[in-house]
């Protein structure tokens, strides 16, 4: 049981560029969302998905696209990279009748130059 | 919408207790958490109340949920260098999407 798997774990990126971080969950959760970390900012919703085929957004959707074709992969692109993008990105992970554990990756940070 | 604040800097001895402090806004508000960063890594989840609870204690950590005030409360006994990290408070705004709403973080520094 893996988790919630994130890759990459670092990526550098030059503005314009596009590129999609990966989301997998093995443990059959509902619900999965991306987070954006800002320092002094906490993390931020960036969209989130209550199960394949439904996705919506959240607080900074701006710049960043999502699908959920199957259960257990949330993948987050980057179409056109920007240096406002640069943070530590984290999915997330649950079932849809426990709001008591949501479960992290373990981040991808993200550097555009 | 919903907002969470926490202050962003506490500094205590080692052997002390540690409190760290949250506010929040949503009224409808049914689980709320406590996550630890250290420097580098991901969130830990340390604990979690829910709203029809005031109190949970689990080892060293005590939550205290004053839901009239809407205020949150993590305290950490017997507080040691390795709890040096930052802090975060977040809100289910709501249940049936999983969306958390977070505090900024606050930074736990120990001093030995």
């Known amino acids: 049981n893996a988790g919630v798997t994130q890759t990459p774990k670092f990526q550098v990126l030059k503005t314009g560029q596009s590129m999609t971080l990966q989301c997998a969950q093995d443990m059959n959760h509902e619900y999965m969302s991306w987070y954006r970390q800002d320092p002094g900012m906490g993390l931020r919703l960036i969209h989130y998905s209550v199960g394949a085929g439904i996705t919506d957004q959240g607080e900074v959707p701006n710049g960043y696209n999502v699908s959920r074709s199957t259960t257990e992969d949330f993948p987050l692109r980057l179409l056109s990279a920007a240096p406002s993008q640069t943070s530590v990105y984290f999915c997330?992970?649950?079932?849809?009748?426990?709001?008591?554990?949501?479960?992290f990756g373990e981040g991808s940070w993200l550097t555009v130059v | 919408g919903e907002d969470v604040e926490q202050s962003l800097f506490l500094s205590v001895r080692e052997g002390d207790s540690s409190v760290i402090n949250c506010t929040y806004t949503d009224s409808s508000s049914t689980y709320l958490y406590w996550y630890k960063q250290e420097p580098g890594a991901g969130l830990q989840l340390l604990t979690y109340?829910?709203?029809?609870?005031d109190m949970k204690q689990d080892q060293r950590l005590t939550v205290l949920l004053n839901k009239k005030d809407k205020h949150l409360s993590l305290r950490i006994a017997d507080t040691q260098t390795g709890d040096s990290a930052i802090y975060f408070c977040?809100?289910?705004?709501?249940?049936?999407?999983?969306?958390?709403?977070f505090g900024q973080g606050t930074t736990l520094q120990v001093k030995p």
């Open positions: 109340i829910f709203s029809n609870m």
């Open positions: 977040a809100d289910c705004a709501l249940i049936n999407t999983g969306k958390l709403i």
């Open positions: 997330a992970s649950s079932y849809s009748s426990s709001g008591n554990t949501i479960y």
